[in-house]
């Protein structure tokens, strides 16, 4: 294995003023258009290092990040894999315990950073006010896009007013010793950056933000019927509940999502109505279940795409969803033994 990829640069010449953290998991192409990126940054070379870790333990992402590598500066970008644990939050904490600079950036592997954002981002934390620093996400148009996006992209540009997220994150390294770093529970990429947000604003200071540090974010290709996969990142909703239920109120979801559950009350109860011979009430708690369901496909077609199959998604999934997610919901609440709905 090349020395500069093994978790220890061949050489250390100079301390970096910032640590960049990226972890990956079967992404090879994507992985490369940001270290690309990374390796483009107006900041000097010797002032910082980027730290690959892979989440999937992948030799062909391996080869790619080392082939990559040979064309740049020892010191500047290092391979790890996490010695145990999986998912991101494990990948990060990985790489920020490997990191040699006393502020950590955080960004995702589908990402592509601005030129400047290390420099903003460098700035931003110097001022000594803050124990992390959010910067901002843009998640710029698809090529040859309708005028209305796609549910999914409309879903993705969520990231553009997230308070913060570890696409675009500034964090002493003293801040994430105190509390920790990631809670490795949250296996995949949901919550686990609120999560971190809300202990660094409990335990070891105040969150700033710097717009200025600018992190692009494609929207990803995905196969039909994303939504219905992404059902899985409630189980983790009750997991932050359970941590920070006063924040997660105030923060993140005021309310439960009373239609989803209606709606599956309602289609549970018909059969036993019409069981017990009230086969009226029957047609009945169906037809509310459905017009619920209508009113939930309405506002996500109301300002996204109307191509045929796009619509035909939302109809489909939109009958789906509500079960998927109190599946997950209830799941979430008895893994983490909270009252969650």
């Not at 270290?35 to 107006?42: D, G, H, I, R, V």
């Not at 600018?214 to 983790?236: A, D, I």
């Not at 017990?276 to 029957?282: E, H, I, K, V």
């Not at 619509?311 to 997950?328: G, K, Q, R």
């Amino acid at each position: 294995m090349n020395a500069l990829l093994d978790g220890e640069p061949a050489t250390a010449p100079r301390q970096p003023r910032i640590s960049v953290v990226v972890p990956t998991y079967g992404r090879p192409p994507l992985l490369l258009r940001c270290l690309q990126a990374l390796t483009e940054q107006s900041l000097a070379h010797e002032d910082y290092e980027i730290l690959v870790v892979d989440d999937e333990r992948s030799d062909v992402t391996h080869a790619a990040v080392e082939a990559f590598a040979a064309g740049w500066p020892p010191g500047l970008l290092r391979y790890l894999r996490a010695d145990q644990g999986r998912g991101p939050a494990a990948a990060r904490n990985a790489g920020w315990r490997a990191a040699r600079a006393e502020i950590v950036a955080f960004t995702d592997d589908d990402t592509v950073p601005d030129a400047g954002w290390l420099d903003y981002g460098l700035g931003a934390m110097a001022t000594g006010r803050w124990a992390a620093v959010a910067g901002r996400v843009v998640v710029p148009r698809p090529e040859g896009a309708d005028d209305r996006p796609t549910d999914h992209e409309l879903m993705t540009r969520g990231l553009e007013t997230a308070e913060f997220v570890t696409a675009n994150a500034f964090v002493r390294r003293d801040a994430l010793e105190r509390i920790g770093g990631f809670d490795e529970r949250f296996r995949r990429a949901w919550r686990e950056d609120s999560d971190l947000q809300f202990r660094l604003e409990s335990e070891a200071g105040e969150v700033g933000r710097c717009d200025a540090a600018v992190v692009l974010h494609p929207v990803r290709p995905e196969r039909w019927g994303v939504s219905l996969r992404q059902q899985k990142n409630v189980f983790y909703d009750a997991l932050l509940y359970a941590k920070h239920p006063r924040r997660y109120r105030e923060r993140v979801r005021a309310m439960p999502p009373w239609d989803y559950l209606a709606i599956v009350v309602l289609v549970l109860a018909a059969p036993l109505l019409a069981l017990g011979g009230a086969s009226g009430s029957a047609v009945l708690a169906l037809l509310v279940a459905l017009g619920l369901v209508a009113a939930f496909a309405e506002r996500r077609l109301r300002a996204t795409s109307r191509r045929p199959a796009h619509v035909a998604e939302m109809l489909a999934t939109s009958l789906l969803i509500p079960f998927l997610a109190v599946w997950w919901r209830l799941r979430g609440a008895w893994h983490f033994r909270v009252w969650f709905l």
